[in-house]
């Protein structure tokens, strides 16, 4: 039990060296002390692997005739879309230089966020009409979808207190990527449900798994959809006052 204890101390120890040591590096050390720009480069690597399942899922829709993976691959387009117009729009207002152009920058692409998040919705329910009509699901292969779990769990708390843990508008591009990535978040938890149906439920389960998933993608759709009309509504308003103003 004490070379266990020794162990688990050199390990700790070792662990903070190498910590140190990375965050010596400026991007490192920017990476988990700036959280905008976190925020920002995180985004650039959630739209190449949104692209890259938009891609797949086309593919298999194509090749086999599947609405079910049409109707995922219009989601991960959709999704690619919104951030991809939050990074183009953030590399634009980079480069402006009056304040109050910048400002209105920001706030019209966290309106577009809102905006794509409506289309968002849409593509959604497609979504759910296919788990709820068509029994559609989500599988994953062996003690994977425990994994699966863990994750989405993360990502949904994470999305969470990042989303509401600041004011919208202080930073809107900021906002914009936080508000796609939590809505993504509760899309993820929608498809461990249907997971979780297909590995463990039985043939008695299946008139329950409708419910349940046509009971939670119901919810889901409809806080997006909130979300969308807020941040519609909010980044509308707060740019009539600035243009009243200039």
Same mark, same amino acid.
């Given at each position: 039990?004490?070379n266990?204890?020794?162990?688990? #101390? %050199?390990?700790? $120890?070792?662990?903070?060296?190498?910590a140190?040591?990375?965050? /010596?590096?400026?991007?490192v050390? @920017?990476?988990f002390?700036?959280?905008?720009?976190?925020?920002?480069?995180?985004?650039?690597?959630s739209?190449?692997v949104?692209l &890259?399942?938009?891609i797949?899922?086309?593919?298999?829709?194509?090749?086999?005739?599947?609405?079910?993976? =049409?109707?995922? =691959?219009?989601?991960? !387009?959709?999704?690619?879309?919104? @951030?991809? !117009?939050?990074?183009?729009?953030?590399?634009? !207002? *980079?480069?402006?230089?009056?304040?109050?152009?910048? @400002?209105i920058?920001?706030?019209? +692409?966290?309106r577009?966020?809102?905006?794509?998040? #409506?289309?968002?919705?849409? &593509?959604?329910?497609? &979504?759910?009409? /296919?788990m709820?009509f068509?029994?559609?699901?989500?599988?994953?292969?062996?003690?994977?979808?425990y994994a699966?779990?863990?994750?989405?769990?993360?990502s949904?708390?994470t999305?969470?207190f990042?989303?509401?843990?600041?004011q919208? %508008?202080? $930073?809107?591009i900021?906002s914009?990527?936080?508000?796609? $990535?939590?809505?993504?978040?509760?899309?993820?938890?929608?498809?461990? /449900?249907?997971a979780?149906?297909?590995?463990?439920?039985?043939g008695? +389960?299946?008139l329950?798994? *409708?419910?349940?998933?046509?009971?939670?993608g119901?919810?889901?759709?409809f806080?997006?959809?909130?979300? =969308?009309?807020i =941040?519609?509504l909010?980044?509308?308003?707060?740019?009539?006052?600035?243009? /009243?103003l200039?």
């Open positions: 039990m004490l266990g204890a020794c162990l688990s #101390l %050199l390990i700790a $120890n070792r662990y903070r060296a190498l140190a040591k990375a965050l /010596q590096f400026p991007s050390y @920017r990476y002390h700036d959280d905008a720009w976190r925020t920002i480069l995180n985004t650039y690597s739209l190449a949104n &890259a399942f938009a797949l899922k086309l593919v298999f829709s194509i090749l086999l005739s599947s609405l079910w993976f =049409a109707a995922i =691959a219009v989601y991960y !387009i959709v999704l690619s879309i919104a @951030r991809f !117009i939050i990074l183009s729009s953030h590399r634009k !207002i *980079r480069g402006l230089e009056e304040r109050a152009d910048k @400002r920058g920001q706030l019209q +692409t966290f577009a966020s809102g905006y794509m998040l #409506l289309f968002l919705t849409a &593509a959604l329910l497609g &979504a759910v009409w /296919q709820v068509s029994a559609k699901s989500y599988s994953y292969p062996g003690h994977l979808i699966v779990a863990a994750f989405a769990f993360y949904v708390i999305a969470g990042h989303l509401f843990s600041v919208p %508008l202080d $930073n809107p900021v914009a990527a936080r508000l796609v $990535n939590f809505a993504s978040a509760l899309v993820s938890m929608l498809t461990l /449900q249907t979780m149906f297909a590995a463990f439920g039985g008695g +389960t299946i329950l798994s *409708r419910y349940m998933n046509a009971i939670l119901t919810v889901i759709c806080v997006i959809f909130a979300l =969308a009309v =941040a519609v909010r980044a509308g308003n707060e740019i009539k006052k600035i243009k /009243q200039m």
